[in-house]
């Protein structure tokens, strides 16, 4: 299923600068950056479960958050993209 992760870090301090770079790595392991701080990530539940696992270790709920969206498997016909920014195939392999 198609899950779109998204994040608001908070990084007034040094601690939510680490925090965002941290979070954004992980994101970059399971799914393609489509904007700044939108990543598409293919996945089935039992490894979503364990991306947002991780994930919630990292955030701090006080001031930061994260985003779920559960597009599934018919995403093709939910997602519009308009604009210059190349379009990948997130049912390609990544390589990291």
Do not use: W
């Amino acid at each position: 299923m198609l899950v779109l992760i998204t994040y608001d870090v908070n990084t007034e301090t040094e601690a939510g600068k680490r925090r965002l770079r941290r979070v954004a790595k992980q994101c970059v392991n399971y799914g393609s950056r489509v904007q700044n701080s939108v990543f598409e990530c293919n996945m089935d539940a039992a490894k979503c479960r364990e991306v947002k696992a991780i994930l919630e270790d990292i955030i701090d709920k006080n001031v930061d958050s994260l985003r779920f969206y559960y597009l599934g498997n018919n995403y093709k016909n939910k997602v519009e993209h308009i604009g210059a920014k190349k379009v990948a195939d997130v049912t390609e392999p990544l390589i990291l």
